[in-house]
């Protein structure tokens, strides 16, 4: 996924905004947050998996999702978002 991909897509970067926020949500927690239904977070969600970006847990029949921290490109999400946020604040 190329970086326009995902900021071209408002949904997509409200997941992403949602989980570095909140580290593992289940679904419907996930849903609720960013305001989309299901199926369309259940869409987003397919594509930032594909990629790495985000990955699931299970405990029992709750799955939990969260960023793959171990890749860079979540850190460096979450290290832009922490800057730009600084930036808003200034």
Do not use: C, Q
């Not at 593992?24 to 594909?50: M, P, Q």
């Not at 709750?62 to 979540?74: F, H, I, N, T, Y």
């Amino acid at each position: 996924m190329r970086l326009e991909e995902l900021f071209s897509r408002p949904g997509r970067l409200r997941i992403v905004l949602a989980l570095l926020e909140h580290g593992s949500l289940n679904i419907t927690r996930l849903v609720r947050l960013v305001r989309l239904s299901y199926k369309a977070v259940e869409k987003h969600l397919r594509a930032l998996t594909r990629y790495g970006l985000v990955r699931e847990h299970r405990l029992g029949r709750v799955r939990l999702l969260s960023l793959d921290m171990g890749k860079p490109e979540a850190r460096l999400l979450r290290a832009f978002m922490r800057e730009w946020r600084s930036l808003l604040k200034a």
